[in-house]
């Protein structure tokens, strides 16, 4: 289970919870515009644009998570799995580009500058459910795009393609985006502000602040996360410089956050938020925290780093990193 959110202040901050039960080799990586991704079901093709994002790295292939390109681009695969449906191996159609679903993030992200010339690529995209190698099983997937000018969930189901405008700004996991979409109707009258008495309640006052959002759903499930996120997003303040806004994005996601023990699986597993991420776009750099250390590490996408055929692997901070304060001022 994940979240991801496009928070939007002078700028896009793209940021995303990963709800998981383990860890799957998760590292920073960037993937410059040299760098050759080798595609399984057609020629390996340079990168026009580098990338940076969570991902394991199998085989020397990067398979991410969630990334951003240089040109703030941005993209993540939230888990899908009663409803996403691919093709089958060996599908292949003319006119059409097919992609295994691990495929998808570096072949927009790679050749695309923004949200409409990635969904016009995506319209010609087939995902067929081909397994990176035997022993790692095809994810069911749905994804998330965002840029200045907006975002966008595009989902695989039986039906086929159908990308969505995302109002929201948000994305978890099950059901798909439309029931998302009609389920926040239930949810209209929350307000960060208090209510006022009425002909009920004349006179009453609430308990106390933050009574307006009452009804919020506080769970973790898929539906109640999206409400959640979208109620914070929404409603976000902060002043506008980068700092503030990527603080303010985690702040968001921390609202929808899973500490361990609050989420156990059908096999007896915790689900935690193994780490929460943000790509400021002002600044072309990549935020992370995990779950064992919460102060943020921010890794920039510079243009040495754009340039070259390497990727560029970055191990996560893992260690709890606490500033024990020495200096006092007199009162």
């Not at 990338?51 to 993209?75: F, H, K, Q, R, W």
């Not at 459910?129 to 189901?157: M, Q, Y």
Request: net charge negative; aromatic share 12%.
């Amino acid at each position: 289970m994940c979240t991801a959110v496009a928070f939007y202040r002078e700028g896009l901050y793209f940021g995303r919870n990963m709800d998981i039960d383990r860890p799957f080799g998760q590292k920073v990586v960037i993937a410059p515009r040299g760098y050759a991704f080798p595609y399984r079901c057609r020629a390996a093709q340079p990168l026009s644009y580098a990338l940076i994002g969570m991902a394991s790295v199998t085989d020397g292939v990067p398979l991410y998570a969630e990334a951003a390109n240089e040109c703030g681009l941005c993209m993540a695969g939230l888990y899908f799995p009663q409803s996403a449906s691919y093709f089958p191996p060996g599908h292949a159609a003319e006119g059409r580009v097919t992609l295994a679903p691990y495929e998808l993030i570096p072949y927009l992200l790679g050749g695309c500058r923004d949200c409409a010339e990635a969904l016009r690529l995506l319209s010609r995209v087939d995902l067929a459910a081909v397994p990176f190698r035997e022993d790692l099983p095809v994810a069911p997937l749905h994804f998330f795009l965002a840029d200045a000018t907006g975002a966008f969930a595009a989902e695989w189901t039986k039906e086929g393609l159908a990308v969505y405008e995302d109002g929201f700004r948000v994305l978890t996991n099950e059901p798909g985006f439309p029931f998302h979409r009609e389920n926040v109707r239930q949810y209209l009258a929350l307000s960060p502000s208090a209510p006022q008495g009425g002909t009920f309640a004349a006179g009453l006052r609430p308990f106390g602040e933050g009574a307006g959002a009452i009804g919020l759903p506080g769970d973790a499930s898929p539906a109640s996360r999206f409400v959640r996120a979208a109620f914070a997003l929404t409603n976000s303040a902060c002043a506008s410089d980068p700092r503030s806004c990527v603080g303010q994005t985690f702040h968001v996601l921390g609202t929808v956050a899973m500490p361990r023990g609050s989420v156990r699986t059908g096999e007896g597993r915790d689900e935690i938020t193994l780490y929460a991420c943000c790509f400021s776009v002002p600044e072309c750099a990549y935020y992370y925290r995990t779950y064992g250390n919460g102060r943020l590490t921010k890794i920039a996408l510079t243009e040495a780093r754009r340039s070259g055929k390497a990727l560029l692997v970055f191990p996560l901070r893992e260690e709890e990193d606490v500033f024990e304060e020495e200096n006092a001022s007199g009162a």
